[in-house]
Structure formats: C-alpha cells, structure tokens
C-alpha cells in the first residue's frame, strides 16, 4: 500500500491496483471549492497515467457526506461572465467523466447538487442507506450547471429528471435504487468494503478489455445505435489484438484463472 496525498482537501489511497480517492472537507460537508476541484482534476491526471491503478473510488471525509454540493460561498459575488468562463474549460464533472479508468462513487450520505453531478459522471454509484440524493438548485434561483440536466435524465429518465430538479427535492438512498439513481444500497458500515469488492472485482480483468468497455459504454450515450454498434466492432477487433485476449482464451481452454497484463 502507498499514500500519495495530493492537497488537504483531497487524498489518495493506493492499494492492491485500487485508488480511493477521498475528498477531505468534512467541516465544510466536502463542498466543492475552486480548490477541491482544481486538485481533484489533478488526480484523475495522475491515476490515469499510473500504471499501478486499475480502478478508483471516490467517497467523502467523514459520515455526514459525499459532496453536500458546490461551496455557495463563492456564488455571492459571481456574474454571469465569470460562471460563463468557468466553465470554457475544463470542469471537474468533464474530468470525472473523461477518467479512462473504471470509477465508483460511495455515496457515504449527502449527495446534492455538484456533489450529485459528480456521482452522476462516475460509472457507477453505490449509496449508502443513510445517503440524501438530490439537485436543489432549482431552490438557489439557479439551474444544475455540471451536467445535472443531462446525465441525470439519461440515467433515470427525462420525467424522474424533470421531476428532481423541477422541485429541488431531496430523495432517499432507497428512492434513488428504485429510480436508477444508484445501482445498490448497503448499510453505512459496509460502503467502503461492497465498493471495494466490486473495485477488486473489476482489478482482476482484463485493463484492455475494461478500458474499451468504457469507451463503447459512454459512446452509447451521444451515438446514435448503428453508429454505436460500429464502434463496438472497431473496439472488438482491437481487443483481439491483445495479449490480454491471448491470455484469456488459453487460461479459459487450460481451465486455470487468466493473468492479465494490460497489452
């Protein structure tokens, strides 16, 4: 196991090909402030480029929260030309989802608003019983502004999406699982160790295959079916190149469990 601590506010755990990165402002509910986002962009630079990670999760300090949103605080004197430029580049919603690894957020309690957007551009979500979901913004006289109207709908459906953030209103963990918000509920106790399991579980396949799984997957999100299906078999044929697929077929017909390498 190895630590690399990026800033205060955001931490990194490294082990067994796992990264946990955890965002570090308990006092403050984990809100996103510049700095958070500026060092948590930064990370995702740098798991993508280490050979060592496989698959990472994202959580939040403390058991009150996952993000309790964007620190409002830096809202007051804001104009319409600074939040127009803020977001010109790039944001830590397009850096989450632009991560080429598989990411898993553990949604250890309130998750609202940018802290939602967030979970929302992670690939998967595993929430906490105790976790409160929601995009409030509406309640601020504002709109989601990092992907909250898009991903959301495309992960729930447009009526749950306009229902949300029509009404600001703030669901359960359990509402969340029954809409397609989150893919599983577990006790608080256990978030980190189910995340890390499912985290362990995707570690032992192949990196080449997972990472063209994530490229087709998120591609199905803008492509239109048969553009979809084209790139699937462009990705196929790239993974029978591999020596990850090598690997698999002979350790499937030798009946023992496959070693895989990443090329």
């Given at each position: 196991m190895r630590w690399t601590v990026t800033s205060d506010v955001v931490?990194?755990?490294?082990?067994?090909?796992?990264?946990?990165?955890?965002?570090?402002?308990?006092?403050?509910?984990n809100a996103l402030n510049q700095?958070?986002?500026?060092q948590l962009i930064a990370t995702f630079d740098r798991l993508a480029a280490d050979p060592e990670v496989r698959v990472a999760i994202v959580t939040g300090a403390g058991e009150k929260a996952f993000v309790a949103g964007a620190d409002i605080a830096e809202f007051d004197d804001r104009t319409a030309l600074d939040q127009f430029a803020a977001f010109r580049c790039e944001t830590v919603y397009s850096a989450t989802a632009a991560f080429s690894?598989?990411?898993?957020?553990?949604?250890?309690?309130?998750?609202?608003?940018?802290?939602c957007e967030l979970a929302l551009a992670c690939d998967i979500?595993?929430?906490?019983?105790?976790?409160?979901l929601g995009q409030p913004e509406v309640n601020l006289g504002i709109i989601p502004g990092g992907g909250g109207t898009q991903r959301l709908s495309r992960l729930v459906?447009?009526?749950?999406?306009?229902?949300?953030?029509?009404?600001?209103?703030?669901?359960?963990?359990?509402?969340a699982l029954r809409i397609g918000l989150v893919e599983e509920v577990v006790p608080p106790d256990q978030l980190m160790s189910r995340a890390r399991a499912l985290a362990t579980a995707i570690a032992t396949k192949s990196p080449v295959a997972i990472r063209l799984i994530k490229e087709a997957i998120q591609a199905s999100l803008e492509t239109p079916l048969s553009e979809g299906l084209r790139l699937e078999t462009s990705l196929i044929s790239l993974a029978f190149a591999s020596e990850d697929k090598r690997e698999g077929v002979r350790a499937f017909l030798e009946k023992r469990p496959p070693t895989f390498t990443g090329r």
């Open positions: 931490k990194t755990e490294i082990s067994d090909a796992i990264a946990t990165i955890t965002l570090n402002r308990p006092e403050k509910l700095e958070v986002r500026r690894k598989p990411l898993i957020a553990a949604i250890n309690g309130i998750c609202l608003g940018g802290g979500r595993i929430a906490s019983a105790s976790a409160r459906g447009v009526g749950q999406a306009f229902k949300l953030i029509y009404t600001g209103e703030i669901i359960s963990a359990d509402e």
